[in-house]
């Protein structure tokens, strides 16, 4: 089992920016992907943004262009830097692990408002 701890959520003003951090303890060595997803009220949860131990990306087109994710193994975190921030990408943002075995464990989540 992997615990996953995300910090960085905020209040922003349309256009600011905020950087979300995930730090992964636990069973870190059956880690290969990890990533962001948020949800919104009323919504499912949606991918925003993953990454592979070996650095590959895949972004949510919503956000393509305006997030970056970044991940550094040894020190089992991965870090969502959100710029020109939407009142739309008002959310919870849950910080993921995907283990090799298909197992996936979450974060509690963290609260992200932009407003507008």
């Known amino acids: 089992q992997v615990q996953l701890v995300e910090s960085g959520g905020g209040l922003v003003q349309t256009g600011g920016s905020l950087r979300l951090s995930c730090a992964a303890s636990g069973s870190i060595f059956s880690i290969n992907a990890m990533g962001w997803y948020r949800q919104a009220p009323g919504k499912q949860r949606e991918l925003v943004a993953a990454i592979t131990k070996g650095g590959s990306t895949n972004y949510a087109d919503s956000v393509k262009g305006r997030f970056t994710i970044s991940r550094d193994n040894a020190k089992n975190t991965v870090d969502l830097q959100m710029n020109s921030l939407r009142p739309e990408d008002t959310a919870v943002y849950y910080c993921?692990?995907?283990?090799?075995?298909?197992?996936?464990?979450w974060g509690q989540g963290t609260q992200v408002t932009v407003s507008s």
């Open positions: 993921n692990a995907d283990q090799w075995s298909g197992r996936r464990d």
